[in-house]
């Protein structure tokens, strides 16, 4: 195993092997970070060049209203991973920050959520995850990784355990400046330097730190090198690949290949790039003869950040077309995001669906594809999206789908079996600011409670087949059914928390805050954590394709 390591909030990937052995069909999971539905020309975008994600589209099915879990990235991806609602394993917060900001946090996704990737693995999948993970890394010390990939059935990993943000890249700018930093008790700009009482190796186990800080040239590339090289290792096995990429999560970066090529400056240019990305899966899995035997999802996280604006004024965030909001908040912008799946010769091409789906659906889709049994033990709040994609069915499981801000509640949505109708009601809602904005720019996110939100009682109610772009809440007058909807609605709501059991909270404030004694470092203290063996190695050419 090797790892690229960030200082403190700009933490670090790793590569580790485990052995590989054999079952039944490929699967490619690419996600991204903080991607706007609008920004693919597969919905809609007419300026940005997305060829080949347009392509997944083109040969598989686009779904329409397919929901993120939580508008924000570590929650998001614990729904992904365990097809449960983050608030069901405890990585949804009570507090004010709902993600992890740094790698030495003892919060993380419990060693007893059950992910797909636990279930291929025992089924003899050859996994790996390249890329992002965010879900935390280790509890009580720097080397007894309790959160990390290989304890959630991976067997190779290549990546960053956190997150990137501004604070990782010289210039610009921090994420804790607006609204975060007052709460904390050190300056992140300390925590840098302040690793103290700290036990340093170079080597824990598998485990070999390659990179601190993480350097942004051609990183993209080095990532897709990694994530075809596993593919080419494992073409006579069945195997998971999860890709997730750091574009268009802000730092924003592009290689030189891509720099200045798009017609929306560097954002474009990294969706640009994460495109070329895809692209080059795609081809390796043509390469291998294994485009039939392999089924790929493209999603990403959460809606576009939309508050992203660099220190020089350029928008560095994403577009959600028609939708209200974005990412942080439970509008449409924040939630509805890409879907598309191709398998060829299996799921029809070029297909259209509105059903409601979400990605919590990948987790009971993949095991059961696999052959794998579903956990019985606990509630999975995704259903298999199979029968819909194959057309054996023409209605979502989903009749409900529950939005939460952090741990609370925000919103419902409701589907009746015998309705084309998608109400979707709100208990609350983020005050934008400047108010007559589309976000939170003061803060640069929005919060879930206190001042920062205005409550609705009755609660405001939209039908979404009508009013997609949530303009204008239904009244009693407009809507003659209104109380009616809003009763089952509660109805549902009161079932569903019913069903939840009190978990430890992964992102209480001492799980979030930063601890030296979990922090790895590459060198002594006295070389302020400083490697790059992944230079010096000249592992990657980053011209391939």
Known sequence: MRLLLFLTVCQYAIRSVHTYSVSNPNVVLLMADDLGIGDLGCYGNRTLRTPYIDRLAKEGVTLTQHIAAS???TPSRAAFLTGRYPIRSGMAAFSRVGVFLFSASSGGLPSEEITFSKLL????????LIGKWHLGMNCESSNDFCHHPLSHGFDYFYGLTVTNLRDCK?????????????YLVIPVQILGVTLVSLAVVHYVGLLKIIQQPLSYENLTQRLTTEAVQFIGRNTDVPFLLVL???HVHTALYASNMFRGKSKHGLYGDAVEEMDWSVGQILNVLEKYNLKNKTL????SDQGAHIEEISSSGEVHGGYNGIYKGGKSTNWEGGIRVPGLLRWPGVIPAGTYMNEPTSNMDIFPTIVKLAGAQLPYDRIIDGHDLMPLLQGKVTRSKHEFLFHYCNAYLNAVRWHPGNSESVWKAFFFTPNFNPEDSNGCYDSHVCFCHGGFITRHDPPLLFDLSRDPEEKVPLTPKTESRFYEILRVIQL???NHTRSLQAVPDQLSWDNLLWKPWLQPCCSSLFQSCYCDFESEDSLLDVHSG
């Open 121 to 128: 693995k025992q089924r003899g999948y050859a996994t790996a």
């Open 296 to 299: 790929i999802y493209f999603s």
């Open 492 to 494: 549902a709501v009161a």
């Open 244 to 246: 997730s990429y750091l």
């Open 170 to 182: 010289p210039g610009q700018g921090s994420v804790f400046l607006k609204g975060i930093q007052r």
């Open 71 to 73: 508008p924000l990235c």
